[in-house]
């Protein structure tokens, strides 16, 4: 299982993830701005599900997830660890 790597980004709102060696998708770039843009996308769908996710950026190297201003990444951060996680058992 890669180990999932969590950079800051110069937005307090915005944190950087990656799967350590490990594509989250295959090509391309994916941009949801709401859970009804994700609900065909499963990865981003679980994302969303993590209350307080406000936007999801995909790319085969990273993801890039917004929350709300009012969100807090302490509380969310349990959650879209368990959604990284799934995700990657399904690249395996």
């Known amino acids: ?53 406000a936007n999801v950026f995909i790319t085969p190297d990273f993801a890039t997830v917004t929350k709300h201003p009012a969100a807090d990444w302490t509380a969310m951060m349990p959650s879209l660890n368990d959604a990284f996680a799934d995700h990657a058992a399904t690249l395996s």
């Open 1 to 53: 299982m890669p180990t999932i790597q969590t950079q800051a980004t110069p937005n307090p709102n915005a944190l950087k993830f990656s799967l350590d060696g490990q594509q989250l998708i295959a090509s391309g770039i994916l941009v949801f701005n709401s859970s009804a843009e994700a609900e065909a996308d499963p990865f981003a769908a679980a994302l969303f599900a993590v209350p307080g996710v």
